[in-house]
């Protein structure tokens, strides 16, 4: 399994930004003449030109982010910040950040967190996201998720029942709504829109429109939604 400081990502996934680099440096490997610096600002512009192309790909799909009804949120509905969320319960970055973006939903009310099942790290995270949006049945998604996001250490089947158990979840319902065509499509729906993105690792975060590329340790979430507000309003 791959992995970046702040992120994991699939397996076989490749990062954008390190094609990006991988191209500038063969373009100008064969250019003798070529100083670093002119690598470094080609490097920015082609930064630059993913950053616009992913922009405008999640504008292209803000509605099926944002607004899809399959989707868990957090927070109210009538927010003036969407933050949409990719994660894999088994990705310990998207647990280190998980504090800091509760904190703010909780302190900000006009910010909602719109939680898209992402599992592509292991198999049990399929049975958790599963799991998750089937705990939806019962009205114990929040308190299911937020278990499951506070659980350290390897994930294993048994933690994810014991954590169903502990968050007042009915086990075997739970067990037989996880099959559910609607479960199936949303997870699906989450895969295509994650492809159409080019959203490759977890977490992958969007605050309004704009695709967050930094790592995940170092966003300063409030800041983000103040940068959303001011596009929206400058």
């Not at 990062?15 to 920015?44: E, G, H």
Request: proline fraction near 5%.
């Amino acid at each position: 399994m791959g992995t970046r400081l702040g992120h994991n990502r699939l397996p076989d996934g490749v990062f954008m930004k390190n094609i990006w680099l991988f191209a500038a440096a063969l373009l100008f490997s064969t250019a003798a003449s070529a100083a670093p610096a002119d690598v470094q600002d080609y490097v920015r512009r082609m930064e630059a030109a993913q950053a616009k192309d992913r922009d405008q790909r999640v504008a292209s799909n803000i509605d099926a982010l944002a607004n899809n009804p399959g989707s868990p949120s957090i927070g109210s509905p009538q927010a003036d910040v969407t933050i949409v969320e990719f994660f894999d319960y088994a990705c310990p970055y998207c647990k280190a950040a998980e504090p800091r973006l509760m904190a703010l939903v909780k302190r900000d009310k006009g910010v909602r967190l719109v939680l898209k099942e992402f599992p592509i790290l292991t198999k049990p995270s399929m049975v958790a996201a599963r799991m998750a949006l089937a705990a939806r049945k019962q009205g114990k998604y929040e308190a299911y998720h937020l278990a499951m996001m506070r659980h350290q250490g390897q994930l294993l089947v048994s933690d994810i029942d014991e954590l169903a158990k502990s968050s007042g979840l009915d086990v075997a319902r739970l067990k037989r709504d996880m099959n559910a065509p609607d479960v199936t499509d949303e997870l699906l729906a989450n895969f295509n829109l994650a492809r159409a993105i080019r959203a490759f690792q977890t977490p992958a975060y969007i605050v309004g429109t704009h695709v967050l590329s930094s790592e995940s340790a170092s966003i300063d979430f409030a800041a983000e939604v103040a940068a959303a507000r001011k596009r929206v309003n400058p």
